[in-house]
């Protein structure tokens, strides 16, 4: 396991690029955070054993998140400030709090009168903006507080804007209302998602990686994968991916995997710059992984009225086909480069290393099994899995104090215990980004309910695209991509999905393509997570940059092509849902999910996933120009060819004429197999000298 040193260095290169205060523990700045963190996840816990009031909660849940947003945030990023919290920070504290607890000690008056406001409700709902917004700019920048300025704005100046996007406008009384003093907008679906789901979610990845889980992966993966070509490299992605699951953080990803794997990339022969972007490529893709997909994935069963485990089961394919690309476009590196793995004398036993700690694999599949099999809300499934792993953290070091015949000492028990409470602190940090982010998203998503405005942007991209949908599609990615530059992946999913997802659809169906919703929410949820190493403003990027040592410019740009192959998923699954493994939905309500068709049968289901898995194969070839050695124009062609046959089969089937789908898979896989075999004959032919 990582001594404490490396942890606080792995602590404070995230609150470096989380731009959060790193106070030292001997200090009270450092015990104020932690007993407000530890309260918070406190809360929590509590509120699944006794809900409460939906409202009261997520009162309560966000002023926990202002407090900590202030207190951990400096109001600018210079040293002095950045060392201790200010009067002024306490100040924007209690005002914060004061203001949102507005809706839990008037909650029933506020009922009472819900359109008539008082003047008392009007300042509240005023602060309650302000706060929110300047803990936004705090937390993440300005980006997302200056989207939400602007939505508000347009809110109340809607009578004086060019015809095209007026509207009646808006009083600020009337703003208030719906940002502030109903469920419509900062108290909203996705701060009560927050509030309810993710928490503990985050919570249960803090616990399973203070427990030591992160580190477990890491050497599982290292020592299977280290010893084939590329192999440190290999280990990154199957690190990152399983580290994914459970922090549901890009930078956190980043730097806890990185400065392990980075290191190894580069002493066995990558540039700096690419073992910087495969770590980053790999990192930024954990969102994707189930069972825990990161704070949108949540947000989005709800959206779309699904149970969480709908959205893990279509989400499968798609992200371990990501995935297997990755490690594809790692072996073609390696290829290119003769780069070999590390020898096995320096890796170590396999079983026993995983036998050590297969016990971390236990509440992760505990938490499968409840979701999956038993059907429990995700709320529930994630408390029973935290219990479920906090009594592992307790007993696991007297187990093995016991196994290896030392002393079980008082220290030894209570560490298992100081465990679950820096656990708890640390789950508390990791959520303040996602409260704050899910309070101002909520803005935009009361804006839009207000003004209508999806209406006029469904009107003006029709225009600009002609109505095609395919221009559609490349206008909203373009779009994601942008201002996921500058929002996390939570905000930016819900700013698109409140106002572009709404537009596919409909454009969709105009142009006789008969979708689920899901599609159009996975497309705009792609997007949004590949814009974390989209350059110049990717962090996750810097982050593996600071560590590799390489330009974060050229870092960026070569992770965000490694990045590629993710970006071409969401326009396949868009025109072939049986890679969300979505049979069919209802031609007269496709937005009715309790209609849609879900593939079960297991030999389609590894029919789609093959075909997924070649495909990305043959596109991730055709961007490295390399297979067994550097490919021709004709293979390239070719190789393009393969990709529809292969991933969207039914399509390719009809508008050729061909009697079956399964006609479409033959002939792709018959090109695919042809090509590589060619390869394979000049390869032996050679004796492996690539070209």
Request: charge should be neutral; glycine fraction near 8%; hydrophobic fraction near 55%.
């Amino acid at each position: 396991m990582k001594t404490l040193e490396e942890r606080l260095d792995d602590a404070k290169l995230i609150s470096e690029f989380e731009g959060h205060r790193d106070f030292e523990s001997t200090t009270w700045h450092y015990w104020f955070v932690a007993a407000i963190a530890f309260c918070w996840s406190l809360y929590q816990l509590y509120i699944v054993v006794d809900p409460g009031n939906s409202a009261h909660v997520r009162a309560i849940h966000l002023a926990f998140g202002l407090i900590l947003a202030f207190s951990m945030h400096a109001i600018r990023k210079s040293a002095k400030l950045r060392s201790t919290i200010t009067w002024y920070d306490f100040l924007f504290m209690i005002i914060g709090a004061a203001a949102v607890l507005y809706q839990w000690y008037a909650y029933k008056e506020l009922a009472m009168r819900a359109g008539a406001w008082t003047q008392t409700d009007i300042i509240v709902g005023i602060a309650t903006i302000l706060i929110v917004l300047e803990a936004s700019r705090r937390v993440m920048g300005l980006p997302l507080m200056l989207a939400a300025v602007l939505f508000l704005l347009y809110d109340y100046f809607g009578p004086y804007l060019p015809d095209m996007i007026a509207h009646k406008g808006a009083s600020i009384t009337k703003i208030m209302g719906q940002m502030v003093l109903t469920t419509e907008g900062i108290f909203g679906v996705p701060l009560g998602v927050s509030a309810s789901f993710v928490f503990l979610f985050v919570l249960f990845g803090a616990l399973l990686d203070r427990a030591g889980a992160g580190e477990y992966f890491i050497k599982v993966s290292y020592t299977i994968l280290g010893k084939y070509d590329g192999g440190p490299a290999k280990a990154a992605i199957a690190a990152s991916g399983m580290f994914g699951m459970i922090s549901g953080s890009s930078i956190a990803n980043t730097v806890t995997v990185g400065t392990f794997t980075i290191p190894l990339m580069k002493r066995l022969g990558f540039s700096s710059h690419k073992a910087a972007a495969v770590e980053t490529a790999a990192s930024v893709n954990g969102q994707l992984m189930p069972p825990i997909m990161g704070a949108a994935a949540f947000i989005m069963a709800e959206f779309l009225g699904l149970d969480y485990t709908d959205i893990v089961f279509a989400a499968f394919i798609p992200a371990f086909t990501c995935y297997a690309a990755l490690f594809y476009i790692v072996h073609i590196e390696a290829k290119k480069q003769g780069l070999k793995g590390e020898d096995a004398s320096v890796l170590g036993r396999t079983w026993p290393i995983f036998i050590r700690g297969i016990h971390y694999l236990i509440p992760i599949f505990f938490l499968i099994y409840t979701l999956i099999v038993l059907r429990q809300s995700a709320q529930s499934a994630a408390f029973s899995a935290i219990m479920f792993l906090m009594l592992i953290m307790v007993v696991q070091k007297p187990f093995k104090a016991y196994l290896n015949k030392e002393k079980i000492t008082r220290y030894v028990v209570l560490e298992g215990f100081a465990d679950i409470g820096y656990g708890m602190v640390a789950g508390a940090k990791n959520m303040v980004s996602i409260a704050v982010a899910t309070a101002v998203a909520g803005i935009i998503v009361g804006s839009v309910t207000l003004t209508g405005i999806g209406l006029v942007l469904a009107e003006v991209i029709d225009n600009l695209s002609g109505g095609y949908i395919v221009a559609v599609l490349f206008m909203t990615a373009f779009v994601s991509l942008i201002l996921g530059m500058g929002l996390p992946t939570t905000a930016n999913y819900i700013v698109m999905a409140a106002l572009t997802a709404p537009i596919i659809m409909e454009l969709a169906g105009n142009n006789g393509y008969l979708i689920p919703t899901i599609a159009a929410h996975m497309f705009v949820f792609y997007f949004g997570i590949l814009a974390d190493d989209t350059p110049p403003v990717g962090m996750a990027a810097y982050a593996s940059a600071a560590i590799a040592k390489s330009d974060p410019i050229i870092t960026g740009i070569q992770s965000f092509i490694y990045d590629i192959r993710t970006g071409i998923l969401p326009f396949m699954f868009f025109f072939n849902n049986e890679l969300l493994l979505i049979g069919g939905v209802d031609p007269n309500d496709p937005n009715d999910a309790s209609k849609w068709q879900w593939i079960t049968n297991p030999f389609e289901i590894a029919l789609i996933f093959g075909g997924a898995i070649l495909g990305m194969f043959a596109f991730t070839s055709v961007t490295q120009g390399f297979i067994l050695k550097k490919i021709t124009v004709i293979e390239r062609i070719g190789l393009i060819v393969v990709i529809p046959f292969l991933m969207l089969p039914k399509l390719v089937a009809a508008k050729l004429g061909l009697p079956s789908h399964y006609v479409a898979y033959a002939i792709g896989l018959g090109i695919y197999g042809f090509i590589y075999l060619n390869q394979r004959l000049w390869y032996k032919k050679n004796q492996g000298i690539l070209a």
